[in-house]
């Protein structure tokens, strides 16, 4: 009971921060990126780990660099997230900028659905949220859920207010089976860590054994729905650039793990261009190859 009342105030704390001009929260996120790299040294571990592994051949002077430049978007992205509980229609739509949609669009004309991959990387619920706002088809986002629900709806809340749908992973198939008769843009992130049922495929990703998702391409082999992959370029604080790039037109025709191979691959080159706005501070790659073969 006591940590619901937590909860619940910290919920209305966000949303009191989320009224504030945004170039107050750039200066509070300024603030947070000392507080978490330099007082609480927030996962610099794991980051640093993930960078040293992921890019071999550079220096440690070039590591430190890119892990600084994460942390100072991680707290920047912290309030854009924040920000997102109040955001309007208007700002949203100033905030992000799509090219190639046209192509998505063609597909609804036809009365077709299409899926759409895409990875931590920049600001993905505020692409995710534009979305609602720039296509006329409906955009269902797959995501995992969180363990406190309290902050869960309060996510959920602004995730859904310009009308896409948000099923949880475990739900995917329903979801298919529930929205099969009009278009649709079904959207994974699949860069998550699999759970540990879950973790018997592997890619090579940014240097190293990499345990994938197989949702996508499960849906996409079993419906043939085309990919589009969907690129996020940061352009400036709080603003993004997102290009919809064609990734498989005929999924049934590949060969099994051929799509997440792919997938990977389009992010991996996202990534090696521009890496301090991945989520370096997840625990990717947890898993091992050889803890599969025991």
Known sequence: MIKRGFAH??????????????????????????????????????VRSNLTNSFPEKSAAEILR????????????????????TITETETLKRVHFTGLEQVEKHFEKGES??????????????????????????????????????????NKFRTKYGNIFVAMKQTLRAVATYKIEPSLLCFASDQSPIVSEYKH??????????????VEKIAKSTNRPIYYFKVTPVKMGYYDVEVLPMCSNPSLTADGEITSLHFEYLEKIIKDKPEFWLWSHKRWKFKPELNNT
Not at 125 to 131: I, K, M, R, S
Not at 142 to 151: G, R
Not at 202 to 215: I, K, M
């Open 114 to 155: 299409v899926l759409a991959c895409t990875g931590h990387y920049g600001n993905w619920e505020l692409g995710t949220l534009a979305l609602g706002l720039n296509l006329t088809g409906k955009t269902i986002v797959i995501f995992k859920p969180i363990n406190n629900k309290i902050f869960e709806a309060w996510f």
């Open 9 to 46: 105030l910290g919920v209305f704390f966000l949303y009191l921060v989320s009224l504030l001009p945004l170039w107050v929260l750039f200066f509070f996120a300024r603030l947070l990126y000392y507080l978490l790299y330099y007082v609480i040294g927030y996962r610099k571990k794991v």
């Open 202 to 215: 592997f890619v090579n990703f940014l240097n190293q054994p990499t345990a994938a998702l197989l949702g």
């Open 66 to 85: 890119i892990e600084k430049n994460y942390f100072k978007y991680l707290a920047q992205l912290i309030f854009e997230i924040i920000e997102l509980s």
